[in-house]
């Protein structure tokens, strides 16, 4: 395990890997949050929450992770429904 983003016994569902500029971004949730971006860096062997696209518990559920022009993009479904793009820059 690299981290527990949601301690105890509940997943946090970690889906949509991808890596960019050394760091892995990914969709999980913490229990918290709802599903959002979390990112990895491997140099510093952290995890973080990269952007709270959607505040709140319902969360943005990011997918569709593509590196774009040397861009981390994330699309994600807000809870309208409504495609929303998402530039995330590497940390």
Same mark, same amino acid.
């Given at each position: 395990?690299?981290?527990?983003i949601r301690?105890? !016994?509940a997943? =946090?569902?970690?889906n949509y890997l991808t890596v960019y500029d050394g760091q892995l971004y990914f969709q999980a949730t913490d229990g918290t949050?709802? !599903?959002? @971006?979390?990112?990895f860096d491997? @140099? !510093?062997?952290?995890?973080?929450?990269?952007?709270?696209?959607?505040?709140g !518990?319902?969360? =943005?559920?990011?997918s569709s992770l593509t590196v774009y022009d040397h861009q981390d993009e994330s699309y994600a479904w807000r809870y309208a429904m409504r495609a929303v793009l998402v530039n995330v820059t590497a940390k």
């Open positions: 395990m690299v981290a527990d301690p105890g !016994s997943s =946090s569902f970690p949050n709802g !599903s959002e @971006l979390w990112v491997c @140099l !510093s062997d952290t995890v973080s929450l990269a952007v709270d696209i959607y505040p !518990s319902v969360g =943005s559920g990011p």
